[in-house]
């Protein structure tokens, strides 16, 4: 039933323009009639087999040549989209796509609306929804990690942990709603102590996963790390240094950077995700306020503070400087304060320094490191440091984490439901079944919405248009 939801055909360039060759993907009942019209090989495509190449000619609608390409077919269900599909691998130039285009266009095919292709395989029952949401994620992965995770998501390993899940709490559902309908003989067919235990047992595993979540969005968006300071402390400098390239700009004149400055940078297989923030201090410029307001923000959101000391300043300042960024830091944050401008100053003072603000690295995961983000000095120890920290996320990658917000939201609200019903059984007064019930309902509701067993119109619409056109 669901193979003939859509009866038109659809086509786009599976490949960026520029390269050498250039793929076109068709889909839908009529693609192999749709290009047998102007393609011309050894035998029509419509009397060829699924999983088969053919190489041939394009002619034009007046016949003339066009370009000799080689065509995939497939053939529905054994699709990507579960549909009839043809692939036409053809040279790769803009005029050959768009004149291969035009010819499917009037032969009744319509161009593909982004990420129409992994819509229709999610419809089709080729894959679930978050299973749809992982091949964005794998198109986009920067990182050897990210590649994993995504790739583990494609093959269905989230899937499965919440077809588990659902599968346990479905079972004491029906359970319950049988209740429901022998109420008046008050019997329980769902055993209490079995749906308490299921119930605590499947809470803890949504909140493994939500907690995973942290680790899962860094991995897949880098790792978020705030340089922070006061004003001409050398922040922009520093992200300067640490990118290779003058992407901040750097300035004696206080007050430089007004907004945040994010950049991305691989280091040792690692995403991080580096902010340049506006100096910390008292404005009366209301538009310096504004960033340094922001300043704040992306400090208490960084998963990891670059606080950047000038030791060129008195020692006091130096100290009152790292507690106010200490001050507004959470216990899961890491920060690292960095001595800069050590190429400036004696060796007496980098000493004072480090003395005095030793009482700031008795709480875990700090450190304090000297640096001339100038002169490049200490720079290399920065990154390893960073490295280091964070290479156990290449191992996580190979566990279920969850990358997605959208995923991340239905197991809170699932979680909630079942801490609901967690308190029904608990309470000392016992709560109705069909409250019980209904909360099991949506718990069961948010995990299904995750892969896609609930679902609108709306929602798909919101999670395919960030695909690109030809997927």
């Not at 050590?342 to 709480?363: E, F, G, I, Q």
Request: with cysteine; hydrophobic share 45%; aromatic share 4%.
């Amino acid at each position: 039933m669901m193979q003939n939801r859509f009866d038109n055909t659809i086509c786009a360039p599976a490949t960026s323009r520029g390269g050498a060759v250039s793929v076109i993907r068709v889909s839908g009942m009529n693609a192999i009639r749709c290009v047998d019209k102007f393609f011309r090989g050894r035998k029509p495509l419509a009397e060829a087999g699924g999983y088969t190449m053919h190489f041939g000619r394009i002619v034009d609608s007046d016949g003339a040549l066009l370009d000799e390409v080689v065509v995939s077919v497939f053939r529905a269900p054994h699709s990507y989209t579960g549909e009839n599909a043809v692939e036409i691998a053809c040279h790769g130039s803009d005029y050959i796509v768009s004149r291969i285009l035009s010819l499917l266009l009037s032969n009744g095919a319509k161009m593909a609306s982004p990420g129409e292709f992994t819509r229709r395989a999610f419809l089709h029952g080729k894959m679930d929804l978050s299973q749809a949401e992982a091949v964005a994620d794998l198109i986009a992965a920067q990182t050897a990690a990210a590649h994993r995770i995504a790739l583990k998501q494609l093959k269905g390993g989230f899937s499965e942990e919440l077809a588990g899940m659902r599968a346990e709490l479905l079972h004491l559902a029906s359970l319950m709603e049988l209740e429901l309908d022998f109420s008046e003989e008050e019997v329980e067919f769902a055993d209490r102590k079995q749906l308490r235990e299921l119930v605590g047992n499947v809470t803890a595993h949504c909140d493994r996963l939500i907690e995973s979540f942290r680790l899962g969005n860094a991995i897949k968006n880098g790792v978020p790390v705030a340089i922070v300071g006061n004003t001409n402390v050398g922040k922009s400098t520093l992200l300067n240094a640490l990118l290779g390239e003058e992407r901040a700009i750097v300035s004696d004149i206080a007050g430089t950077t007004r907004d945040t400055i994010e950049e991305t940078f691989n280091i040792d297989g690692v995403l991080f995700r580096f902010i340049d923030t506006a100096g910390l201090r008292e404005s009366e410029d209301s538009i310096e306020r504004i960033g340094i307001g922001r300043a704040y923000e992306k400090l208490s959101s960084a998963q990891l503070v670059l606080a950047v000391l000038d030791l060129a300043a008195p020692v006091p300042e130096i100290v009152a400087s790292a507690e106010e960024i200490s001050s507004h830091l959470s216990t899961d944050q890491r920060i690292v304060f960095l001595l800069n401008k050590a190429d400036a100053v004696p060796v007496v003072t980098t000493t004072a320094a480090r003395k005095a603000l030793s009482h700031l690295l008795a709480t875990q995961g700090r450190q304090l490191l000297i640096i001339s983000a100038r002169d490049r000095i200490g720079l290399e120890e920065l990154r390893n440091s960073l490295s280091e920290t964070y290479r156990d996320m290449d191992a996580g990658a190979e566990t279920t984490l969850v990358t997605n917000l959208r995923h991340v939201e239905a197991l809170r609200n699932a979680s909630a439901s079942l801490r609901r019903v967690q308190e029904g059984l608990d309470s000392p007064t016992p709560v109705p079944t069909d409250l019980l019930a209904q909360d099991l309902r949506e718990a069961l509701y948010h995990l299904g919405s995750i892969v896609g067993e609930v679902s609108t119109d709306e929602i798909l619409g919101n999670i395919f248009r960030n695909f690109c056109i030809g997927k």
